[in-house]
């Protein structure tokens, strides 16, 4: 098996990173591990969420309470149109 030449690994770099553009183009969320160790939350906006463990989970156990305030106070909201 031969060796790719310069051109095919740029051409493959290329399509790569257009792949990885339109997945966070997509809208699709990832989740990954920073590397202070705060866990980032990409594909929710322009830049990554990025909390700690301890922060996480004292969301995540406020979230009865973070959706009865977002219906209580929906029409202050503003709402992105799809």
Known sequence: MTEPTYEELKARLSDLEKQVESKAK???MQFRVSEKGGVSVY?????PVTLYY?????LLNAVPDLKAFIEEN??????KEN
């Open 43 to 47: 594909g929710l906006g322009r830049f």
């Open 74 to 79: 929906k029409s202050k909201l503003k709402m």
């Open 54 to 58: 301890e922060q996480w989970m004292k």
């Open 26 to 28: 997509s809208g699709v």
